[in-house]
Each structure stands twice: as structure tokens, then as C-alpha cells.
């Protein structure tokens, strides 16, 4: 890895790094937490679960068996209601390159990270504690998928870290939704400038420095309303539903529906 691209390769893997992959041609990058033995956990909008690519349409999905992996028999695996997914790294990438996540970067070379969802300042926790959390929300979910609030690189920043964002009104933990927000954002704050900078070259790195400062401004080692969390305790302090009480809450309304229908 270096200053310009956190490529790697897959000799170079550890359990528990974060990593991610470029869809849609570098349009956005998909992010998991590798936990050994060729395995990633992952998180996934539930609708999507059998297509290509977590942002593709609903319309798109497809359970056909070209989906299924021919390696591992266990990938894909997920509970009920949860979009939390253990994958064999091929089925990951999807033939796309693998790059790792920094964690622990200075602000300087933050700053230099022009594209968001590559780094953080914040440190990563142990090891254990990375692949304790992937696994217990395997099988307990992260709650539902939300672009800009709650997706896949605000799971594995989870996951590595154990912070959690109290301001539920803001934007999340995700750099790349730092960077979709930052960018129209520092335009617009920038706009004035062009009455007193004459030079366009002027107004653009005024535009760039504001873009960067606020994705800065945002990064989850910066922030001060972050809480550390126990993963235990993640689905109270979300609001959140577990998967076995989303299932009772299923089984309570069927069983309302039928006693209603003999009534």
C-alpha cells in the first residue's frame, strides 16, 4: 500500500483487515472485514442479496444458480432478515482488485487521501475483537442498509473499531458518504469566493481545500460524538431490532392475521 493506492495482494491478507473493492468502474467501493480461511463478512441491503452489486435495483436481482458459489458451500450464508453476509473472498471481489483499508493515518496523509472510504485516523482494535464483532452480527444483524447512514464500510469501521456515532441526524461513519455530501457542500461554500478570486485555479483549490477539510471534519477519529460500544449491546444503542425479535414480531402478526380471518 502506499500514498496514492491502498492495492494489495491477496498474500498479503490478514484476518481481520478491513478491506474493499471498486463496482461500476470505481463508481463506489464495496467494503467487508476478512476473517480468515478465504471468508469476508459483509454487509448487503437485504433486497439485493443475490444480485451482482449492493446498489443494483431490485429489479435486478437474480437467485439463478450462476449465483452460487461452486467453491464453499457456506457462502453466502446470512440469517433471516439481516443483511449481514459471509462470502468467500472471489465472490466478493467479483473479479474486481482487492485493496485494505488504513486505519491510524495521520491527518496529513488523510488529507492527501483525496477519494473518501480509503482511511481513517481512527485506530483498529485487536484482532479478536475485529473478528468477534464480524461474526456476532453475522448472526445477529446490523439493522437495515442505509447509503449514507448505515452500509457496508459503516459496518466494517465498526467492526474494526467499536465506535459508534451518536448523532443519528448526521452523516455516518462511511468516508464515502463524507465524500458524496462534502463535495456539493464545499461548491456551494466556495461560491462566494468567485467574486473575490478572479482566477478560476484560485476557486478550485479553495473548492478542494473546503472538500477536504469537511471529509476531515467527519472522519470517525475526529469526531467528538462517537461512543465506544460493545457489539452486545449494539442493537440497543441503535434502536434496533434482533433477528429473533424481528422473527417473533413476524410470527405475532401471522398469528393476528389468521385469528382475524376465522373471526
Known amino acids: 500500500m502506499g500514498l496514492l493506492t491502498n492495492k494489495m495482494d491477496r498474500e498479503g491478507l490478514k484476518a481481520g483487515d478491513h478491506i474493499y473493492t471498486y463496482r461500476a468502474v470505481f463508481a463506489y ?24 452489486s449492493p446498489m443494483e435495483p431490485l429489479s ?4 439463478s444458480s450462476e449465483d452460487t458459489c461452486p467453491t464453499f458451500p457456506d457462502c453466502g450464508f446470512r440469517q433471516p432478515n439481516s443483511g449481514v453476509v459471509l462470502s468467500c473472498l472471489d465472490c466478493f ?14 491527518p496529513s496523509v488523510f488529507l492527501t487521501k483525496v477519494r473518501g472510504g480509503t482511511c481513517t485516523t481512527a485506530q483498529s482494535d485487536q484482532t479478536d475483537s475485529v473478528i468477534h464483532r464480524a461474526m456476532y452480527l453475522l448472526q445477529n444483524g446490523f439493522g437495515n442498509y442505509d447509503i449514507f ?34 463535495a456539493p457542500l464545499a461548491a456551494l461554500l466556495s461560491s462566494p469566493f468567485k467574486l473575490l478570486i478572479p482566477n478560476p485555479i ?15 471534519a467527519t472522519d470517525i477519529g475526529v469526531r467528538t460524538d462517537v461512543v465506544k460500544v460493545s457489539v452486545e449491546d449494539l442493537a440497543a444503542n441503535l434502536d434496533l431490532k434482533t433477528i429473533e425479535q424481528a422473527e417473533e414480531e413476524e410470527e405475532e402478526e401471522e398469528e393476528d392475521s389468521d385469528t382475524d380471518f376465522v373471526r
Do not use: W
Open 60 to 63: 435486478s436481482a437474480s437467485s
Open 93 to 106: 471481489l467479483k473479479d474486481g482488485s482487492l485493496y485494505c483499508f488504513e486505519y491510524g493515518v495521520s
Open 202 to 216: 484560485g476557486v478550485a483549490t479553495v473548492t478542494a481545500g473546503m472538500y477536504c477539510m469537511s471529509r476531515y
Open 149 to 182: 447512514k448505515n452500509n457496508c464500510e459503516d459496518f466494517a469501521l465498526y467492526c474494526k473499531t467499536g465506535l459508534l456515532i451518536m448523532d443519528k441526524l448526521g452523516v455516518g461513519r462511511s468516508g464515502q458518504a463524507s465524500s458524496i455530501v462534502g
Open 29 to 52: 467501493s464495496h467494503h467487508g472485514i476478512f476473517v480468515g480461511g478465504s471468508k469476508v463478512v459483509h454487509f448487503r441491503p437485504e433486497h439485493n442479496l443475490n444480485s451482482s
